[in-house]
């Protein structure tokens, strides 16, 4: 039996896809990783570096995962436990369309998702072909305006020239993924990276505006000069989870405003002295960036408390649980 390292390229449910520098592998995770494991942490990720032991040509199992350099995870609907997007990405591209599905807010939510991953994000902004000039000009100078430290790049997978900008920005080694809704032309990108149509892509249907998803599962693709991409099918939600610090760095202004407030816990709702509604009544401060930092704000606190709340209230139950065997042991 060969150890050696790899890279977990595709998950699929209780199977993986790995990588060497040779071949491909599926494996599964040891007995042991799967006996120690708690929490969705523990289980491997897309973009996670894994040790593992071959069976033969093309099985292996898992023996453990190296440390994170980064990791991106989100809430989805329904779940309690964050839910992890991938690993070890050095760079995010935030993917919108300008035509239809372009939102500031919706960039925003995404930018804290990555910088709370500490991941560098990127504003990417497809299908430039399908506006005027000087329509796509507005929406770059907004975007520019809104996202001051952040790269914008703005493609047309339909078009090599307004390509180049993106595809000379992919350097070899690094991990870079797609992050945005269905239909924004993530997994087009994709095959004009990888020169070929790898994956799937699907017509927007008119009626919801949507692009039906087509590929059921996150897969990492290694490209010609070396470095990897990941595409994100079926990202409906977005939740936050804790990631007040990267609400603190999309939103520093704001965070730097609340240091002049006059009271330390100030919500910057309706406080007296506070510097931060002070700032958009006196138009320095966007309006709708400032609604979008209080809905964000509220909803990432809102999944810490709940998950606190829950922790307690498992602690107190193990508690019970323990007391019960002790008084029957005594018994
Ligand atoms: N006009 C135009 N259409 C595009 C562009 N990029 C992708 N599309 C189309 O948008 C639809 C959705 O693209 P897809 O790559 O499947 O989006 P995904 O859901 O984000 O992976 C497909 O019909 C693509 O052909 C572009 O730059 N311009
Ligand atoms: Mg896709
Ligand atoms: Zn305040």
């Known amino acids: 039996m060969d150890t050696s390292t790899a890279r977990v390229v595709a998950r699929y449910r209780g199977k993986y896809r790995v990588k060497t520098d040779k071949k491909e592998y599926w494996a599964e995770i040891s007995g042991k990783m799967m006996h120690d494991a708690v929490s969705a942490a523990d289980y491997p990720a897309v973009g996670d570096r894994v040790n593992i032991s071959t069976l033969d040509d093309d099985l292996a199992i898992i023996n453990g995962i190296e440390p994170r350099k980064t990791l991106i995870q989100r809430k989805a609907a329904g779940k309690d436990e964050p839910q992890i997007i991938a690993a070890n990405i050095d760079v995010a591209f935030i993917v919108q369309a300008v035509d239809r599905d372009y939102n500031l807010n919706r960039i925003e939510r995404y930018l804290a998702l990555a910088l709370s991953g500490r991941i560098k994000p990127a504003i990417v902004l497809n299908k430039a072909d399908l506006i005027s000039e000087e329509k796509l000009n507005q929406k770059i100078s907004e975007v520019k305006d809104r996202f001051k430290d952040t790269d914008v790049i703005v493609v047309s997978t339909l078009d090599d020239n307004k390509f180049k900008d993106l595809a000379d920005k992919i350097a070899g080694q690094k991990t870079y993924c797609l992050l945005g809704s269905s239909g924004v032309g993530k997994s087009s990108i994709i095959n004009k990276l990888l020169g070929k149509n790898v994956l799937e ?131």
């Not at 007040?244 to 100030?266: Q, W």
Request: glycine share 10%; aromatic share 8%.
């Open 201 to 331: 892509t699907k017509e927007i249907s008119f009626s919801t505006s949507k692009g039906k998803h087509t590929t059921a599962h996150r897969e990492l693709f290694v490209l010609e000069n070396g470095s990897s991409i990941i595409d994100n099918p079926g990202m409906r939600e977005v939740g936050l989870v804790e990631s007040g610090e990267g609400i603190g760095v999309v939103f520093s202004k704001i965070t730097g405003l609340a240091k002049e407030c006059r009271f330390p816990d100030c919500s910057h709702l309706h406080e007296p002295g506070c510097a931060v509604l002070a700032a958009v009544e006196a138009g320095e401060l966007d309006r709708d960036k400032y609604e979008n930092y209080l809905k964000l704000k509220k909803e990432s606190d809102f999944y810490s408390m709940t998950r606190l709340d829950k922790r307690r209230k498992d602690r107190s139950f193990g508690k019970m649980v323990n007391t019960g065997i002790k008084y029957k042991k005594k018994r």
